[in-house]
């Protein structure tokens, strides 16, 4: 069978496509390449250049490579952003996921896995967070993303497409260099950018109710989270029927995808001094930012018992990982 993947010159797209055609799929990938390169991607993986919410493209796509399933990762997803902009991150998370599942019904493409993000239980007040915990999204872009989920699982129940929607937590990391995030949005790299110019990692509030007062977070290795892609691939391929999975003609499945333990802000920028050999930076403390809730960590039970999947990579191999990747491109 042959995959499109969407979003898959992107950072965690790319991490994804090597996961699968290293398994042996085929794969065919849409990109925008607004935030993706195409350099990221494996010798012989067909490129189609354009977005998701052109649908004779679409068409064609899934047609000229006879796709049997879909790997939505395409979307914008910086937070800030979204909340100045919320109608062009409607526009392009939920009205281009409409236009792409239609497309994919019409097509008879019966297989689909959802990019969903742990940005639609908004700020939970839980140890851990599990699939039960409510959603309360607290900006456009996880209000977004909890829409894509309905979307995603309405579309799926009416055209028989068996779904999966992947909730994952904060990823840091590289497989390998060159597939390293370039952008400087996601802490691990905010912090690099300012060790790299002689200035202190900025910790955004430290009077939290936490045991140092930092924020903890769920931090998710990007080839851990790569594979997890490619077992709930495997999942919407053959799902099993038991009474933890929905049954029918349209089999669907929500997970989170993190590793259910929770490192601290303070945690994370000691360790990225120390794996950066920038120890003389002692890490600032500023104000806080709205929004961000003391702890969020992830319950990784049902992905580990439904999909077969547990993290194994910790936040040491994260930041040495991500860091040779940021000396690469900054040498």
């Known amino acids: 069978m042959t995959w499109l993947i969407t979003g898959g010159a992107g950072y965690v797209g790319a991490h994804v496509v090597h996961a699968m055609t290293e398994a042996g799929d085929r794969v065919v990938v849409l990109d925008d390449l607004s935030s993706g390169l195409a350099s990221r991607l494996p010798a012989g993986v067909p490129l189609v250049h354009g977005s ?7 068409d064609r796509t899934l047609a000229e490579h006879g796709v049997s399933g879909v790997v939505h990762l395409a979307a914008r997803k910086q937070v800030p952003e979204s909340v100045s902009r919320p ?5 392009e998370n939920v009205h281009g996921l409409t236009v792409l599942l239609g497309a994919v019904a019409d097509a008879g493409v019966r297989r689909f896995v959802f990019s969903s993000s742990a940005a639609v239980y908004g700020a939970p007040d839980v140890e851990l ?6 959603c309360r999204p607290v900006n456009p872009y996880g209000e977004t993303k909890l829409a894509g989920e309905w979307l995603v699982r309405a579309a799926g129940a009416a055209h028989g497409v068996a779904t999966a929607c992947l909730r994952y937590f904060n990823v840091a990391g590289t497989a390998r260099p060159e597939l390293a995030d370039v952008g400087a949005f996601n802490v691990v790299p ?13 910790i955004l509030g430290d009077d939290y109710p936490t045991p140092d007062g930092t924020c903890v977070r769920d931090y998710v290795h990007v080839a851990d989270l790569a594979d997890a892609h490619l077992a709930a691939a495997r999942w919407v391929d053959a799902p099993p029927r038991g009474p933890e999975a929905r049954t029918g ?6 997970v989170n995808v993190g590793t259910g333990r929770g490192v601290s802000v303070r945690e994370l920028a000691t360790l990225v001094t120390r794996v950066t050999g920038r120890e003389d930076l002692t890490p600032r403390v500023a104000g806080r930012r709205a929004g961000d809730p003391p702890r969020v960590v992830a319950s990784a039970e049902r992905a580990r018992a439904l999909l077969g999947f547990t993290a194994r990579r910790d936040v040491t191999d ?11 491109r900054h040498p």
Do not use: I, K
């Open 52 to 58: 998701v919410r052109d649908r004779a493209l679409l």
């Open 87 to 91: 109608l062009f991150y409607y526009e």
């Open 129 to 134: 967070v599990t699939e039960e915990t409510p």
């Open 190 to 202: 905010m912090f690099f950018e300012r060790l790299s110019a002689g200035e202190p990692p900025v």
């Open 249 to 254: 003609s349209s089999p669907e499945l929500t």
């Open 318 to 328: 994260m930041v040495t990982s991500a860091w040779e990747g940021w000396r690469a």
